[in-house]
């Protein structure tokens, strides 16, 4: 499926201006979502009633949108009201400087976009994009959008441009504010600690490598209940404390780690850990009947979607888990 440009916006560079498509560059991945329930197994809703009279509810039809200028005192927008406000952004995303692109401290990162030449703006958008990859300059500039201004970073990859809006100062708070006691490493531990990273090292970061196993763990718990099963916490042994109060002899720990690091190198060289507890079967998944105090199935509601039990030899696909969080 294509994607779907969210607007078409210029890109003023000096006295060119391109004419460029705005796309969403990430998408959320869903979480695993639980509904609100009577304990009788019955679906709740939410309802909206007025503050003035507690009794009376407020179908979505009848709302508007208020700004409380004074304590208890709104002034009221109509939709249309709203929709001007929104419709009076600029769709001039104005270059202000160019800077060198990592310059920015990423913590100053907010959503990412996507910009691809619109009609007639292929030769200057690729002229931009082959310019600031050759200075090593990536840049800021100004956009309204959504009755919001934005300050933005426009950096070249070498398939296109990328939007990153950034947050305003005001919007960063201060490490600083933290009030971090000062503390020095001695020369051993910071030799030690060196030599751990440069075993650990890598060039290029590969989104591949990673997953969330976390909803992984709390899917296979789903179709353990819908099994029959009961949920069994998963321990992490990374979360046990290693040392309580105790005074922890830092230098130690590090060469713990390296000689660590350094068996499980020469035993299985880069083979990836194994998998958690979270991924793996749930124990007689797909033989048990579902308890009848686990499973409730409403009468006004439909049971969940793609929730089926795997026969017994089968080991449960990641795929269908995926298709089930994007319904």
Not at 122 to 142: D, I, N, T, V
């Amino acid at each position: 499926m294509a994607a779907r440009s969210i607007a078409s916006l210029s890109l003023g560079f000096g006295l060119v201006s391109i004419p460029v498509r705005l796309f969403s560059a990430t998408e959320s991945s869903a979480a695993v979502r639980f509904n609100l329930m009577t304990k009788e197994g019955g679906r709740v809703k939410q309802q909206y009633v007025s503050e003035a009279d507690p009794k009376l509810v407020v179908p979505r039809s009848e709302m508007v949108k208020g700004y409380e200028f004074e304590k208890d005192r709104y002034v009221i927008f109509q939709p249309d009201e709203l929709k001007a406000l929104e419709e009076g952004g600029s769709h001039l995303i104005d270059i202000v400087s160019f800077i060198p692109e990592k310059a920015v401290d990423p913590i100053y990162f907010d959503k990412a976009y996507f910009l691809a030449p619109d009609k007639r703006g292929g030769k200057p958008y690729h002229l931009l994009r082959a310019a600031m990859q050759e200075s090593g300059r990536c840049a800021l500039a100004r956009w309204a959008w959504k009755s919001k201004q934005y300050v933005v970073q426009v950096r070249a990859q070498d398939d296109g441009l990328v939007l990153q809006q950034l947050l305003f100062a005001d919007e960063v708070r201060s490490i600083g504010d933290l009030d971090i006691e000062p503390m020095t490493p001695s020369a051993a531990e910071l030799k030690l600690a060196l030599q751990l990273i440069e075993q650990i090292s890598a060039d290029t970061y590969d989104p591949t490598l990673f997953e969330d196993e976390e909803k992984k763990r709390i899917l296979a718990a789903i179709d353990a209940k819908i099994a029959g099963n009961k949920v069994v916490a998963v321990d992490h042994p990374e979360d046990v404390p290693t040392g309580g109060g105790d005074v922890i002899d830092l230098t130690e720990m590090l060469r713990a780690s390296l000689a660590r690091k350094t068996g499980s190198s020469s035993a299985g060289g880069s083979a990836k850990p194994a998998r958690t507890a979270a991924s793996s079967k749930p124990a007689g998944r797909g033989t048990a009947k579902p308890a009848a105090d686990d499973v409730v199935t409403p009468l006004t509601s439909p049971q969940r979607k793609g929730a089926r039990r795997a026969p017994a030899s089968v080991e449960p696909a990641a795929t269908p888990a995926r298709a089930r969080m994007k319904k």
